[in-house]
C-alpha cells in the first residue's frame, strides 16, 4: 500500500505539473518556446519561477535524503530546463536554426504529449520514498 505522505507528494507534483502544462501549450513545440520565451525575456528569473516543479524536485531531493531516484528526477528537470533555454535562445535571440530543427519545432505535437510528465515523474517521486 502506498503511504499516504508519498501520495500527498504526488499529487501536490500533479498539480504543479498541470500548472506548467497549462501555461506552457500550445500545437507545435514552436508555439511552446514562444510563450516560454515571453517570461524569458522579462527575466530569465521569472523563467525559472514559473516551473515549479523543478523547486518541487529539489525539495524532493531533500526529503528523501538524495535518495538516487529523487536525484535522477531533479537531474532531469535540470536538463529539461537547460534544453528549453537553450532552444529559446537558439530559436529567438540568436535565430541561428538549422532547418531539420525548424522543421521539427513546426511538427503539429499530440494533444496529450504535455501531459507526458503526470505519467513519467511520479514513479520517481515514489520510488524515491521506497
Not at 98 to 106: D, N, P
Amino acid at each position: 500500500m502506498i503511504n499516504e505522505l508519498i501520495l500527498n507528494y504526488i499529487i501536490i507534483y500533479v498539480f504543479l505539473e498541470i500548472y506548467e502544462v497549462q501555461w506552457q501549450k500550445a500545437t507545435t513545440m514552436v508555439g511552446m518556446l514562444a510563450r516560454m520565451h515571453e517570461y524569458y525575456k522579462k527575466s530569465v528569473f521569472l523563467f525559472l519561477i514559473m516551473h515549479p516543479t523543478f523547486y518541487f524536485s529539489i525539495f524532493i531531493m531533500l526529503v528523501s535524503n538524495y535518495n538516487m531516484y529523487a536525484i535522477f528526477f531533479f537531474s532531469i528537470k535540470v536538463l529539461d530546463i537547460a534544453m528549453k533555454i537553450m532552444l529559446i535562445k537558439q530559436v529567438f535571440i540568436d535565430k541561428e536554426i538549422s532547418h531539420e530543427l525548424s522543421l521539427a519545432l513546426l511538427t503539429p505535437l499530440n494533444k496529450y504529449l504535455p501531459y507526458m510528465g503526470l505519467v513519467v515523474y511520479p514513479p520517481f517521486i515514489y520510488l524515491a520514498f521506497s
